[in-house]
């Protein structure tokens, strides 16, 4: 069975499906607009009847398209908004489940309310696949293994492509707009909690001679990395340029971005993600650097829905480390130019 991108006329849904055809995968593609959806089709070089309109407000029709694949990779914008729909659906259809979401509310609520019926379903049910949360959910699991116990885990990312925002990801920052101004939550003695600070404030990333002021970020990992790394502390901090961007977009600004980077300007568009982690015998320092936001995320999205099609991930709700081998997978991001240690 196949694989079916819903949102396929997004973004960086034709950079999945890009990706499904260079590995001779012919995915359905499903959405709103049946228009968009034949435009991707014909751009794919795919015949027009891979194409399924189903909409979000007939969550039966929904789940009876879906039924046709074996996972569906969710592309919509915002996940706040159009997420769940489809992640019900998939579950309702017996389907796994990836999504590209860097919302950490919405990845909060997927646990909290999808977890008991993706486990009685079968369904494994995996957000956040990105080049964010994902390799950095999966970089903190792979480090955690060198330590005997952990105590406390600093994630910290750097990204400097700041011009290279899709209109979507500008949506989604809109959306999420007031959470990505607290800063979000610290993870601390087994609950989120939104007002404590991070302790982190300045850092000294990995080639750098000087440190440089960093402030709590908002990102979805710390949704997950307490889920399997026993620690008491989980933070996530980035560059007050990062954390700005995201939190004082307009609608303006997101209107008048392009649909997406193109691809000179992907190119040049660098992300660093560390997790340092103490314990009582030691620490450990994960290091993960990479080039081009999107094409990196479709990458990880078709490397972990082609990880579940094959079967062997638990059902439920999942962290990327529950669901996949982390070093496993992040040395098959390799082959798409992520480097890790
Ligand atoms: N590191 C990260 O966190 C990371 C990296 C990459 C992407 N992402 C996330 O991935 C998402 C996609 O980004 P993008 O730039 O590809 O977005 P996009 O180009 O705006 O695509 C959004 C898709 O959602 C569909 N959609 C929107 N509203 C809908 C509705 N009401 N019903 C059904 N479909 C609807 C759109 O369909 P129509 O064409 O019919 O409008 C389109 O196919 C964003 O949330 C972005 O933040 C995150």
Redesign the pocket.
Known sequence: MTVAVY???????KLVVGELRRRNIDPMLV???AG?LRDTAERAGLPADAVRTA??DDPGALAGTLRGASVVIN?????ER?GEPVARAAVAAGVHYVD???EQPYVMRLFETLAGPAADAGVSVVPMV????FLADLLAAATAVTLDRVDEVVLVHRLSGLGAL????G??ALANLEFFATGGPVYLDGEWRPDEPARTTEYRLPGATEPVPVVKFGVPEIATVPRHVPARRVEAVTTAEVAGLFSSVTPELVESLP??PGEDVRGSDEFTVVADLRGPGGSARGVLTGAD??GT?AVAAVEAALRLRAGGAPAGVLAPAQAFDPAELLTAMGAHGVKWT
């Open positions: 949102g396929a006329s997004g973004f960086t849904a959405g709103r607009d968009r909409g979000l592309c919509v914008a915002p996940y159009f590209l979401a860097g990105n080049d964010g949360g899709s209109r979507g990801s949506r989604t649909e997406g936001t999107y995320t």
